[in-house]
């Protein structure tokens, strides 16, 4: 298991430009590190959206990349996500799904499957051009460019755990950051 702090850390390090989506898991940790603010678009309250989300902004903005930071609970909720970003086949799709298996935002209650679920395999069978699974950080690390360069969609299972430490997470409105992040990036 890697820490998810660390992934997220690893994430804004290799970010160039790229537009980041995320939710709920990852954006609290996330919001503290982005060197890129401008292009981030957090999504609030709703829990197994930023695939869609995600999605529409990937095919607005098809010369940019787009990493998804989603959650397992998140994904388990909007499974048919997957077959439409496969159907719709965007090239600058990154999809990285954060695998801890609890509902850690909401309480830590188990996710349906008790995080046993291959989110990968899911994904590679709904139609995904390529999908990865790390549980080792250095590994990640290491093969984090080579993915960034494939055509997607990509998907990334990452086998995580939190702190104790954990940052609370800042709630914010979906409405006010898409309208910000449209202003911005128009």
Known sequence: MIPAFDVIKALNIKRKDEIVVGTMTPNRYWELVSDNPKKDLP???????????GLGVALSKPSEKVWVLDGDGSILMNLGSLITIAGQKPENFFHFVFQDGIYFTTGGQPVPGGGN????????KSGYAHVFTFDDLEHFINELDEINELNGPVFVCLKVQHSKDAPEMYIGSTKNAINRFMKENN
């Open 43 to 53: 999504v609030f309250g709703a829990m197994g959206k930023a695939s869609s989300l």
């Open 117 to 124: 679920v291959d989110l990968a395999g899911i994904a590679l």
